[in-house]
């Protein structure tokens, strides 16, 4: 006869450390890097939004970053040494315009200016 413990996990419960290490390491292992999550710092004020994240090891050559309306995509170029992947949807339209994007000491930094709204009503005269 042949005992095995019986272990429940309550489907609630996040991920141990553990589990994600070893996914972490079979995705490395079978040729299928995972994007890298990097952890985000978001500051806000009525003018524009800045987004700050750990990038190291790219260059700029090597990040490709969209915008579309309120959407922010980044990603890394084919060859790159590290998988990148991220999108964010800011809320508001972004003036590209009076946006820029700095990367330095391998963090990448974004500000991201709010699109002021323009008022399309026109004045018709009376006559």
């Known amino acids: 006869m042949i005992f095995a413990p019986v272990l429940s996990r309550n489907a609630f419960t996040s991920p141990r450390a553990a589990d994600l290490a070893l996914q972490r390491f079979l995705q490395g292992t079978l040729g299928t890097p995972a994007p890298a999550v990097a952890p985000v710092q ?65 963090v990448l930094t974004l500000t991201l200016a709010k699109l002021e709204p323009v008022s399309k009503a026109t004045v018709l005269a009376i006559e």
């Open 42 to 106: 978001v500051n806000r004020d009525e003018k524009a939004t800045t987004l700050s994240l750990d990038v190291p090891g790219l260059s700029r050559e090597q990040l490709s970053l969209a915008i579309e309306g309120s959407t922010v995509k980044l990603e890394n170029v084919e060859g790159a040494p590290r998988l990148v992947k991220c999108a964010w949807d800011l809320g508001h339209e972004i003036d590209i315009s009076a946006s820029k994007a700095k990367l330095e000491n391998g």
